[in-house]
């Protein structure tokens, strides 16, 4: 069987950094089909065939635009699959053959991420009743609809009425040996930090780790590194932290590099991850993995991937968070009851089994 993979997204960090470990894996597991990955020509470098079996087909169409809503179809239409893997949900909507959609957050329907102001931004706000159009289409006329957690699952049987049955989960994981460390000096090393990364939209709620750190009593040096790529809402970031008089204890950090994020992670005293809604929370694996304490929202699916080797908070309230930064900011103890929870709850997540349970998810829809 001919299987097409829509990894357009490749250089995106949640749906890239999925999309590559199955392509890491599947070679492994599935000698048999034929696969033919979808890459933009930007994105060579981001991955290469491993296996005979496996092909790339080079399209310049970018995710998420009218193009390929009618370019991608035609694309698709000659290479005449017997399924596509749509790694995302902006699948083309006229393309009548066998599909499988994963569906990894639904927080585009419910959080306003437009930016700027005046015509740009209602243009943008105007992307999300496509989307919700778009992806009700595309878990209709899919054969098979795959979330990265039961949070997700059930919020697609709720919302739209997706039967359970046709709804997989297949958790993700995190890479141990993402990177060797490298130097963070350039960050400003010498300071106790704690860690967010990942963009700052409003519903990431990163703003209230700045609340918190003006209610923290022992710690005036204490610094929040941000990984945020510059833009509208990093800016937006960095006035608040000037509002509230903490903006030398803000440190923005740009692009890193995977090894500068690997050390990141191993110098920080805390993970806080105070998002309002996620579809999975990558990070909270990422830092456990690395064996940085996680302190995370009470909130969506967080519980659902931290479990016990977490401490939670009220995601609406910044005294709630002061108050457990600094128990665990001043408690070895705790950090390292945490840490050690962490890997343990880290390795009960795998790359390879999340592959293997969409090779399964093919094998269904193709039947």
Not at 152 to 180: H, I, M, Q, W, Y
Not at 338 to 366: C, I
């Amino acid at each position: 069987m001919r299987i097409v993979i829509d990894a357009r997204m490749l250089y995106w960090t949640g749906v890239g950094r999925y999309t590559k470990a199955l392509l890491d894996e599947l070679p492994a597991l599935d000698h048999d089909n034929e696969y033919v990955v979808l890459t933009r020509p930007a994105d060579r470098h981001l991955w290469q065939p491993a296996a005979d079996n496996f092909r790339r087909v080079e399209v310049d169409i970018d995710p998420y635009t009218a193009r390929e809503q009618l370019a991608l179809l035609g694309v698709l239409r000659k290479l005449r699959p017997d399924l596509v893997h749509f790694t995302a949900a902006n699948a083309p909507m006229w393309y009548a053959g066998k599909r499988v959609v994963t569906v990894h957050d639904l927080t585009l329907l419910d959080y306003d991420t437009s930016r700027g102001s005046g015509l740009a931004r209602v243009l943008r706000r105007c992307k999300r009743p496509v989307f919700r159009w778009v992806l009700g289409a595309s878990i209709k006329r899919a054969q098979a609809v795959m979330t990265p957690t039961q949070f997700v699952k059930d919020e697609l049987v709720r919302r739209f009425g997706a039967a359970a049955g046709k709804v997989t989960v297949t958790l993700l994981a995190a890479d141990k040996n993402l990177a060797k460390p490298e130097p963070i000096e350039r960050f400003g090393a010498g300071h106790e930090f704690v860690l967010f990364v990942g963009n700052v939209y409003p519903y990431k709620n990163a703003g209230l780790i700045l609340e918190a750190m003006t209610l923290l009593k022992g710690h005036p040096e204490l610094r929040l590194v941000v990984t945020a790529a510059p833009g509208f809402w990093r800016d937006a970031l960095e006035a608040r932290a000037q509002q509230l008089g903490v903006a030398d204890r803000l440190v923005l950090t740009g692009f890193v590099t995977n090894g500068e994020l690997v050390s990141l992670y191993q110098e920080a005293k805390l993970y806080v991850y105070p998002s309002r809604n996620e579809g999975f929370g990558l990070q909270i694996l990422e830092a456990m993995v690395q064996g940085l304490p996680v302190l995370a929202a009470d909130a969506s699916c967080l519980p659902e991937i931290g479990g016990e080797a977490a401490e939670y908070f009220d995601p609406r309230d910044a005294t709630s968070l002061a108050e457990k930064m600094a128990r665990l900011l001043d408690s070895a103890d705790m950090r390292e009851r945490l840490r050690e929870a962490g890997y343990a709850r880290a390795k009960q997540f795998s790359w390879q089994r999340t592959a293997q349970q969409t090779l399964e998810v093919y094998e269904r829809a193709l039947k």
